[in-house]
């Protein structure tokens, strides 16, 4: 007969399946077919920017405007043209800086190319390359992942792509063809949570607890979203890009978006602590295999509040940040603090973030639980998870299994005479141990031929 630990894992399996499945019927059901947008057959399509290189440049003192808040400098530029039907020629502009980043001669830019009612020619100045810098930071950003966490880092760099294709390919197409933002941004949530937690972490119970976890996380989450931006009086109005969006996207429902931007932000940060809590309830598990449920959870539960504290400053931190230009026009305004806290754009930042610390902390010890009811039912003979990468018959494997079997000899009754705490230290030194015995047996499979 199965044991009750045994059961919880197949039951969480089961509960997976389900999202799965729901998660993949509502991306057959919603993926945007056909083009997104209907064609504008009267207006022109839009040309290519060219790119273009300075070749001289001249400042002009002009006349500043303090309400402006601008100094009047113009700069003369002469620009060699790199592409296009001019390709080859050199215009003179007249910019002002402001709003332009420092210019220096040898700089590249990218122009307009418009012509008037006329038929005269214009350029403008519409842009700066990018995409090199961009390139550079990603390769960085890559090179360091894959050196720290090697394939661990790898599959992590296959679920970040997965998920930015979802987001790309499904959640925004399907938004502007019109289907509810909050119902796209959970179905694409579901399908991104399973993939790249699998992927990343492997098809074990660890990950199964987390998944489990996160998907009721979320549900809390949204329940609270939909209810409190609708108490709140949320609009969507108060964000410009909405507004623009909205010019862009017929009838589009911004109070909506503002649900779904939640769901997907919160997605981000709940996955991170549910693994972290998995992975420490099997880690605990693993250095004593006689630990109940209760002492099991309320050892994870200790690291489970630093991680609370942690990431809720995290969460203010980031919706601050992303308001601070905000919060600095209502500072200088003069406006009164509790005027500030009433208007929506920063109403909807709090709701946000209040809502998200919710899930946050009640994903905590919801994954924690089903951690511990998976962990306590496991074979006592079974391997660490963290044993799962070790190569059978490599030198580190077979240096460990000398170490299990010397562990498994030792007489119960020694280590039960210890106190609490005299168990805990010797269970997480057997642990480390046993980490580094696995680590070393990686080392010695993937280092040249035997």
């Known amino acids: 007969m199965p044991a009750a630990g045994a059961l919880t894992h197949r039951h969480l399996v089961g509960v997976v399946v389900v999202i799965g499945v729901v998660a993949l019927l509502g991306l057959a059901w919603l993926w945007p077919r056909g083009p997104v947008l209907p064609a504008d057959e009267d207006a022109p399509p839009l040309e290519d920017l060219i790119a273009g290189e300075i070749h001289s440049l001249e400042l002009v003192d002009g006349e500043p405007d303090e309400i402006a808040g601008i100094s009047g400098e113009v700069a003369i530029l002469e620009v060699d043209l790199r592409e296009g039907p001019d390709a080859g020629q050199r215009i003179e502009l007249e910019v002002n800086t402001d709003g332009f980043p420092p210019i220096e001669v040898g700089d590249r830019v990218l122009l307009d190319r418009t012509t008037d009612v006329d038929g005269d020619v214009r350029y403008f100045i519409t842009d700066f390359p990018r995409l090199p810098t961009l390139f550079w930071l990603l390769g960085l950003f890559v090179v360091t992942v894959l050196v720290i966490s090697r394939w661990h880092g790898l599959r992590s760099l296959i679920g970040l792509g997965l998920s930015l294709f979802l987001v790309v390919r499904f959640v925004v197409p399907a938004i502007i063809a019109g289907t509810s933002p909050p119902l796209v941004a959970l179905v694409g949530a579901m399908a ?24 009721g996380a979320l549900v809390l989450t949204v329940g609270l979203g939909v209810l409190f931006i609708d108490r709140g009086r949320i609009t969507g109005f108060a ?61 994870a539960m200790r690291v489970g509040r630093d991680h609370i504290a942690s990431v809720v ?30 208007s929506e754009v920063l109403a909807e930042e709090i709701i946000k973030t209040v809502v998200g610390s919710l899930g946050l902390i009640a994903a905590v010890p919801f994954t924690t639980a089903l951690a511990a009811s998976v962990a306590v039912g496991r074979d006592p003979d079974a391997p660490p998870l963290g044993a799962r990468h070790t190569h059978h018959g490599s030198g580190g494997a077979a240096r460990a299994a000398p170490q299990r079997r010397a562990a498994a000899a ?14 805990a230290a010797r269970a997480w030194q ?9 680590g070393d047996g990686d080392e010695a499979s993937g280092g040249g031929p035997r």
Do not use: C, K
């Open 192 to 215: 991104i949570m399973i993939i790249t937690l699998y992927l990343t972490h492997g098809v074990n119970e660890m990950t199964t607890s987390a998944i489990v976890g996160t998907g």
């Open 239 to 299: 964000s410009d890009d909405a507004v623009f969006a909205r010019f862009a996207v017929e009838n589009l429902d911004l109070q909506g978006l503002v649900l779904a931007g939640l769901i997907i932000a919160a997605l981000g940060v709940l996955d991170d602590v549910t693994i972290s809590q998995a992975s420490t309830v099997f880690a605990l598990h693993d250095t004593d295999r006689s630990l109940s449920w209760r002492a099991l959870f309320s050892r």
């Open 313 to 342: 400053n995290t969460l203010f931190l980031a919706y601050t940040g992303a308001s601070i230009a905000l919060l600095l026009l209502f500072y200088t305004g003069g406006v009164p603090a509790l005027e500030i806290l009433n």
């Open 410 to 423: 030792q007489p119960v009754e020694d280590v039960h005479e210890l106190d609490e705490e005299a168990r």
């Open 430 to 438: 057997r642990y480390l141990d046993q980490r580094e015995a696995d």
